[in-house]
């Protein structure tokens, strides 16, 4: 039992001595540099201890009804942490505070994917946001951010109070606070548990930004640095829809919930979509399609196969490096705090390797095959046909047909004004329009 | 081993070519020289496995077969068959012809250029090969990357819009194409009891009526937009002019043929009941597209539109040999995207070439058969072959596929089952009249005008006669002794043929169909 709680969450203990000496060593004044070096560092080593357990095969319930780590919690933990070293590796160095609140909102990751309880699964969600709003202040030295931060705040504070009250009353309808039986609650579909349900996941549909609880997320992603976005958008978000899965489990939901969710991501698919071809600001079009995005992760809710669960562990890890790999590029090639996609025009002559990244990793988001992102979008529509939702499956590949313009947009703009390489003997003639 | 990874290889070929081609010095020949190995490697193999492959064997040895994504039933299965045979070859015959015509073009230097010119040919030979639907979607979609983005940096003044329409127009119509291809392996789930996504599992199930239909149209719309058919060509005149001249050449002579294999390795297989229902309304918009192409082609005074134009006339014959679903409109329309895609890149590279030579000037050219004998030449080859002249592949196919529509129309027509098919037949034959009127219009402006001593062209140059002498090759095989190529698609046309009886019965007045195919494939003999 004890070596459960030492050796299963070494993790979380990783990440929480890092964060520790973090604090340490800013009180004592060491050099700034070394911050970002000890996240690295500690991250990779959280995933190499992951990835033992995986290896494993260690599976553990260190503490009945609130702690359990199964497999998913593993390949979650592995999935987030590894997103959270791939972004440490490409954002500048930080901070002493940009490090500890990055690796606490980490933590706060590593517990929810811990908790088979709500107790500690509402611990480890205020610690994954709470630390995102200091996140998007810090070092921004804007009004905006402030702004963004503060509508985070507030309309967080509202999805944790409407999760507060799913969570009572699930207690209510099952008398306990762990998980299973609040799924099993769901899933029967008898009415205290399916209000329940609803609002939990509205709770968590807020954080995610899916539609039409998506409203904060445009002027906290725009308002924060590009690397901050980048995070908030991949790593976060990710962990929010892992959540779900962990709480709903693979048993399925009620017809009522699945019809509501089915509706929510239709619609979240299409306004990030439309809403992001307008855009001129690369962090606003991150914004919007990464509702977008949450879209279709929840739309593999639906899912009753079961299969959701490794299709979103699929999904979250290539869409999350994908922003974050997105994110690196456009600070390559736009340096500066601007973020106006103009700036991207005929990057390919100036940076082509950095040019041509970026373009894949968009094209990857429009899901075009043989991109990563294409066997995402896959794995999840997979799923959902086989469990009977062609027509709804169908209506999300129309929308997810308008993310491609922006997307597209983007990655033709890198070659847009590249006069040289235009032959020029190749002018329009007579008539020619 | 060593023949199953022959498809393979044809796609990793290109791929190793482009590498050496991306890590060899700015501008340096080494580029340009391992890309035109690649491509002949390819041709290799590809001639190899053409003269190899034997229709009658149960099992083709050209197989390669890799569980991927075994989960889900996705695996790297290529192989060649009857469908796909003539399409490896034309593919692999173009792209080293078409860069032996640009060779001493203005972007061929370029490590760009060359290295998305072979990542294009692996994944149209991709397309070509897969025999797992889910793979054959990756490279269906993946052969738009490298062609937008040739168009967008290598085109004309307006590539950005062309690019982008191109892109987008292509995309609409692959979007429910994903949809149909995953219901179909969730469809195989239900059947069988695992996913599987491989064609040869697929073409076992039993589909009822309203999965048949959305399969269909489905995958007819992606396809009709690649070949593509009259409502759905808008994005064609603008991308096909604004190209530089070698991608215009290809998307023109093995692009198109992409579409065309769609219909012919989804959806006739996959909804033969909608597909033999719906015959009769896809030869009349073929036929539509047919005429329509004409007729602008008539009017068209730009050289490169009116190929565009004239291109799109004979993508509809293509169609309309498929959906007559009879066996020898098969094989005419097989022969006829062999026919259309080389002729058509004949065409274009031709025009290439002189607009290589005389820059925007090329559009007033005239009296080449003075000034450039050996240019004029070519070209009226390429010309008489796309107005189906005897003798040339464009005679053979097309005297199929319209042999077809008529036995097919008028046994619809003696079966009381309307006179629409009859009318197309007819209309047609109509298109011939008028693919000939344009054709020789075109060859007299470019040929015989008066020249007015401004032009001084330098004629053809020994590499680039060397380029197009495959493709006369080809043309004159097949117009002289087609029996040989169409043996080697003859499982197709059989198993294709079956369903026209749905369609309409055949009354005992016709011969047989078996009997009209050896007519049709001996009377160039």
Redesign the interface.
Known sequence: MASDLAYGLLPDHLLLALLLVLMLLETIGAREGIASVLLRFALLGACAVLWQQIATGYAAEPLPGEIRIDRFALLAKLVILACGLLWSLVSPRGTYKSAFLAGSSLLGALVIMDSAGFVLFFLGIEMLSLPAFALIVHGAGRGTAAEGAFKYLLLSAVASATMLFGIALGYGATGSLAMAPFADAVHTGAPPAVAAGLLVASGLFLKAAVFPFHGWAPDAYSGARLQVTGLLASVVKGTVILALVRIFGTVGLNAETTAIITVLAMLSIFYGNFAAIRQRSFKRLIAYSSIAHAGYMVFALVDTTGGHASDLLWYVAIYASTVIVACAAFAVLCPGEGDDVQALDGA?RAR?VTALVFGLAM?SLAG???LPG?FAK??V??SV??SGY?AA??VA??G??IG??YY??LS?RL??G?VQ??????????G?P | MGEATVPLLLLVVPLLGAIVAALSARESWLARASTMVAMLVVLALALRLFLAYEPAADASPFDFNLPWMPALGINLHFAVDGFNVYLVLLAALLFPAVLGCTWGSAHTPRRLYLVLMLVLESSLLGTFLAQNVVLFFVFWEAVLIPTGVLILVYGGERRQRAAITFFLYTMAGSVLLLAAVIGLGAEALRQTGTWSFELGVLYGLRLDWNMQMFVFIAIMLACLVKVPLVPFHAWLPLAYYEAPPAVTALMAGALSKMGAYGILKLALPLAPDVAAAAGPAMAALAVTSLLYGAVLALREENYKKLIAYSSLSHMGYVVLGLFTLREVAVHGALLQMLSHGVAVVGLFALLGMLEQRLGPSYRHVTALSTAAPRFAIWLMLFVLTTVALPLTSGFTAEFLILFGAFAQGLAAWQAQAGTLQLTAALLAVTGMVLGATYMLRFARAILFGVDAGAHRIADLRPAETASLLPLLLVILVIGIAPAAVMSKAQSVATQLAPARTLAAPVPPALPAAPALASIGSTHGK
């Not at chain 1, 235009?422 to 003639?429: F, N, Q």
Request: aromatic share 20%; net charge negative; glycine share 0%.
């Open positions: 390919f082509p094209l075009i095959p043989p294409f896959l794995f529509f997979t046909v086989a062609l499956a169908s590949f129309v997810s047909f491609v313009t597209l947009a033709f070659f847009a590249d390489s235009a032959p020029a003997e190749r002018v329009p003639l007579r020619e």
